[in-house]
T-cell receptor, first 113, second 113 residues
């Protein structure tokens, strides 16, 4: 099993640019989570999907953030326009709905200059 | 709503010494409890979990944790640490359906020779 795959591994962009982060969950997993990790706030849940449907997006910080899951094997997290305070590591995680173990990707290190 | 507090942001310890990483949680409903470990430049991995039964749970790499309902705590312990245990450790809670996982801010364990 390839595990949860995130791309890109690193992203450096300038303020105001659009950023798209990608995630491929483990095959057969039907829940997907997006987390943001910063020194100040730790690991924050941004949004989670169940069977490709967004269930709870209360953690999404602003309207500049949006997430989609067009099918069971792909999800995106988009920031438009990006700001320096968005700099963080963004993790995607997946599990089988109702299963207690989360599987994390290696994360995307985002730097907004 | 659930929340997790990890009081210690960093814990330095010498190799072969015992260690305890503290975790307290708050919740209006019954929850499940977890510890995850994050090695440098990697995603989080499940270390151990408490779902039910014995309040003392054992995980990988010689770690164990004890669930204390009256004190709403789930402290992580290891009797003798190794250099390879240097990592960041996250305490987490989830609802009974494993729909949402909330993480603490993390504790960086630094094992010195």
């Amino acid at each position: 099993d390839a595990g949860v795959i995130q791309s890109p591994r690193h992203e450096v962009t300038e303020m105001g640019q659009e950023v798209t982060l990608r995630c491929k969950p483990i095959s057969g997993h039907n829940s997907l989570f997006w987390y943001r990790q910063t020194m100040m706030r730790g690991l924050e849940l941004l949004i989670y999907f169940n069977n490709n449907v967004p269930i709870d997006d209360s953690g999404m910080p602003e309207d500049r953030f949006s997430a989609k899951m067009p099918n069971a094997s792909f999800s995106t997290l988009k920031i438009q326009p990006s700001e320096p305070r968005d700099s963080a590591v963004y993790f995607c995680a997946s599990n089988r709905a109702g299963n207690e173990k989360l599987f994390f990707g290696s994360g995307t290190q985002l730097s907004v200059l | 709503a659930q929340s997790v507090t990890q009081l210690d942001s960093q814990v330095p310890v010498f190799e072969e010494a015992p260690v305890e990483l503290r975790c307290n949680y708050s919740s209006s409903v019954s929850v499940y409890l977890f510890w995850y470990v994050q090695y440098p430049n990697q995603g989080l991995q499940l270390l151990l979990k408490y779902l039910s039964g014995s309040t003392l749970v054992k995980g990988i790499n010689g770690f164990e944790a004890e669930f204390n309902k009256s004190q709403t705590s789930f402290h992580l312990r290891k009797p003798s640490v190794h250099i390879s245990d240097t990592a960041e450790y996250f305490c987490a809670v989830s609802d009974r359906n494993f729909n949402k996982f909330y993480f603490g801010s993390g504790t960086k364990l630094n094992v010195k020779p």
